[in-house]
């Protein structure tokens, strides 16, 4: 016979595979990693399999509760509530057992060994409600104590007449000890004052203050009123200065804080209970769940009380009913007959008329009369018992029986006679009475339906917890959708039943179950919906159960409204229909049945109905969620495999490493091949082993959040060949710090890391090209200036001659500009390798005034430029510390550009505006606007757009290049604005001294 752990080691990665598929069906694993989802689970399953071979011993108690408290840990923080973490020790028992349930008995474990595991697991359990919950063993332990010591104190039946206040103190008394208050109160509905709390029981502080016959109305507003219409429990602070109509009826007693709750069994208000502390303090909210257990075992108590008090005082009356009956039947109500035997005539006194409403001569004398008006069913019993007794020698005859009333009915009679014999033995005489037992058997049929319907609650309760547990653990819809209305029609007791869902974006039921009893076995292949129209749409709308009579459905509107039914479905006796809701409130379907097996539909059976809507919702929610997110975990796999990712896993605390089929493939390993912490540290390239170990070491210790991100390069065991591999991992940590999982990916970057080798080999060698060609650049302008200032000079002193006439003097003053211009561009070429190579232009400050420096420029550049109109405006002083030679250049080819590319017709306006430590020079011109294109990169060397493309541009692309230089050199900044509408402007900012930014 193996072991279960045999069975877990056997099956550790199945398990542990249907684990996370089932286990990510919860709300609150949505969206997590599975490695998040999995958690702790395989060293779990590796202490289970201790604890079936060992026993639990004290070590493995200890390894399982840290192991627990981890696990709790981590799901509160992923915002799991209750139910889903003990679910999931309820999915880990089923999936265990599982493994084992088709398995012949001699091949399963010892009873004993399953129970062990199942113990484990309910521990578990436990420690998850006591950890949300906030309760202790010891909490529970004595909230099961104090209610034992209710139910010890329970009275066993309280009569309508009767002062419940002798058996309701002693347990009020003990639920304000229970909560460690200072006074409480406990109000009941008075039964002679509908609408009314009645004071019932005062305790502690209010038990003195208490004041008789305290009344409270439910219709008012005071703190008792509010409670009594109050599903939750209800708190009033600071009593002493509340308005006096909320204090109605407390005791005072020097309360501060209060809070009471309502009892409400079977949905029926029976009364209210509160208790008050002195100090004001609020209450916390175990202690109202608390009040809630005690007032809600309270209520039960009170309500069977209540019931086995009518049940008394219905038999005492009975008993007195029928003490009366028998007296009055002896004077005037009993029929009193005397039979003769020997004759076989029968007499009857006047009381056959009071009792059986016959008079005196319609009565005959023959005792066939008698007998066939005994009801059929029971006339050969109580025929035979007579002859029984009149041949058996007994004395005395007793019957109960019905016997046929003169109008019709049937009396329930009871019969009593006296036998007479001869000397012989022989009966000859026999005397007796008939009395009505009507109300004694009323009453009794009355409480036997009463206990009936009460014991068909109790199982359709336990049928419902059944319910729960099958629902939750089916996994398809359309199998969720049969197990759902197959219990639904049991539960309740009908032949029909029909669930229906409407799936997101189409209109009405798309799908469907249906249940029909043997009754309806020949629909059963055919079975359409019970209600296809108007009451369908009718619970959609409003979103509230529907229970009618036959008589009901056939008067209702939306029923009539859709005609004869012509599906040819089974016909429809009465209907219960509860809403399926989503927890956000939307409408999921329709739970329905008809037809049922007793009587109509019940209020009680529109409660359990409810209940088992309520738990179908969450199952029919839970098992789409589940196939949504299996659909996404197929696209995640694919994408893997897309992507041609590797994935790892490794688990610290075991060392036990995972590689999928591509990642041993990057290491050079066959897909069998077993991995180890060691094979992946010898996959390694020497050069890269140290710090690959060391960044996986770190994240294991928690540095940066447990990230893990690096490139390496590995040598392929079997093929030996090189590649770089790009490794993204995660590593998990327990709430002591420690690592419980590292998980992540790697992908294959060889190709990359030869493309960008490639590219910075080539950019190094165009760095290499651009500076020499810089440098020859700067060699080459400055030994061409000297020719050129020798051009210069020379045809400066050819213009001074007197002997030259119109056209010579054209022709040098032609040689002069051109040498001029060529002059230019050698000084930008020689300030862009003196910015490019000498890291920068060089400025001389000292003091001037930039404004007198900006107008100088403009009259210069007026002169060669006449006929263009340049407007000057100065705000402010110019005074501060600048290069004027360089900011001159900056003018002047600002300056140039805007005559250049601007409107002729139009002025160039030069502006300068003086700011705290700060001067703002701006040039302006109308005309075509700069590409957009251009403008990102216009102070760019050598980048000119084809806004510039003209006949007119002549030059090299360095000015603006070098104005941006220039301007921060200076340590201030250039930029531009341009637009049709508004032309191009150029602004610089400088500072008036070095040191402060602009």
Known sequence: MPSIADLIDTHRELLVRRFLEEASKLDS?????????????????????????????????????????????????????????????????????????????????????SQLLFTELDAAMDSTVALFTGDSVEDRQREKRTLRRLEALAPKALGRDEAPGPHVMPMVRLILDAMEADGAELFLIDADAPGTLRLAASAGRCEGLAVPERRVSLDGDSFLAR????????????????????????????????????????????????????????????????????????????????????LRDAHSRLGISEERYRLASRAITDAIWDWDLSTNTLFWNEGVESLLGFLSHEVSPHIDWWTSRIHPDERERVVRDLHRAIDGGLGRWRSEYRFLHRDGHYVHVTDHGVIARDASGRAVRMVGAMQDISVRKQAEEARSRLLKRESQRAEQLRGLAAASVTISGTGSLDALLRVITERARALIGAHQAMTSIT???????????????????????????????????????????????????????????????????????????????????????????????????????????????????????????????????????????????????????????????????????????????????????????????????RAL????????????????????????????????????????????????????????????????????????????????????????NAIGFSTTLLLRRADLDEAAKRGIDRIRNASGRADRMIRDLLDFTQARLGGGIPIHRKPADLNELVRTVVEEVRLANPGRRIDVTTEGTGAGEWDTDRLAQVVTNLLSNALR??????????????????????????????????????????????????????????????????????????????????????????????????
């Open 29 to 113: 694993a949505r969206d997590l990693r599975p490695s998040e989802v999995i958690n702790s689970l395989p060293e779990y399953l590796s202490l289970l399999a201790v604890i079936s071979r060992q026993g639990r011993r004290e070590d493995a108690a200890r390894t399982k509760q840290r192991l627990e408290d981890t696990h709790i840990s981590g799901r509160l923080r992923l915002g799991y509530n209750q139910d889903e973490v003990t679910s999931e020790y309820v999915l880990m028992g089923r999936l265990i057992a599982g493994l084992w349930e088709e398995l012949p008995l001699e091949a399963q474990p010892s009873p004993e060994d």
């Open 503 to 697: 799936v997101k974006g189409r209109a009405g039921p798309t799908m469907q179950a249906v249940s029909l009893s043997d009754k309806y076995a020949a629909w059963r292949a055919g079975a359409t919906p019970l209600d296809d129209g108007g009451l369908y749409t009718y619970v959609a709308r409003t979103l509230r159960p529907v229970r009618l009579t036959q008589a009901q459905l056939e008067s209702h509107p939306y029923w009539k409204g859709t005609g004869p039914r012509v599906s040819g479905g089974p016909p429809m006796r009465g209907w219960l229909a509860a809403p399926l809701l989503g927890r956000d409130g939307t409408r999921l379907g329709l739970l329905q049945l008809s037809d049922k097996s007793e009587g109509e539909f019940t209020e009680e059976d529109e409660a359990i109905l409810m209940q088992l809507a309520q738990l179908s919702s969450v199952a029919l929610e839970n098992v789409q969620l589940y196939a949504a997110l299996s659909e996404s975990e197929d696209r995640v796999r694919l994408a893997l495999m897309a992507a041609r990712l590797g994935t790892w896993d490794l688990d610290p605390a075991s060392g036990v490493l995972r590689w999928d089929e591509r990642c041993k493939a990057l290491f050079g390993l066959p897909p069998d091949a077993e991995v180890t912490w060691e094979t992946f540290v010898a996959g390694l390239h020497p050069e890269d082993r140290e710090p690959t170990v060391l960044g996986v070491q």
């Open 227 to 310: 409670v009594a219409r109050s599903e939750e429990p209800l708190v009033l602070a600071g009593t002493s200065e509340s308005p006096a109509a909320l204090r109605e009826g407390l005791c005072g007693g020097g309360l501060s804080t209060l809070m009471g709750l309502r009892l409400w069994p079977h949905g029926e208000l029976i009364g209210v209970l509160y208790i008050g502390v002195a100090r004001a303090r609020p209450f916390q909210p175990q202690a109202k769940r608390y009040l809630e257990t005690l007032v809600e075992y309270l209520s039960g108590i009170l309500d069977r009380a209540r019931l086995f008090g009518q």
């Open 701 to 788: 210790a928690g540095e940066a959040g447990g990230v893990f991100n690096l490139e390496y390069r590995t040598l392929g065991r079997d093929d030996g060949a090189e590649r770089w591999l790009s490794a993204h991992g995660q590593a998990f940590l327990d709430a002591r710090g420690q690592a419980v999982r590292f998980i992540g990916t790697v992908l294959d970057v060889t190709e990359r890391k030869r493309l960008d080798a490639q590219l910075l080999r080539r950019e190094e060698e165009l760095q290499r090209r651009a500076d020499l060609e810089e440098k020859l650049i700067g060699i080459v302008s400055h030994d061409l200036r000297n020719p050129l």
């Open 901 to 998: 590319y601007g409107a002729e017709d139009a002025p160039v306006q030069v502006r300068t505006r003086a700011e705290d430590g700060v001067l703002e020079l701006s040039v302006r011109n109308a005309g075509e606007p700069i590409h957009p294109e251009v403008l990102p990169i216009i102070f760019q060397p050598m980048k000119r757009g084809t806004w510039r493309e003209q006949a007119t541009s002549r030059g090299l692309g360095l000015g603006l290049y070098i104005v941006d230089r220039i301007v921060h050199a200076h340590e201030g900044s250039v930029t531009v604005k341009s637009a049709a509408e508004e032309g191009t402007t150029f602004f610089v900012r400088l500072p008036r001294h070095a040191g402060l930014t602009g």
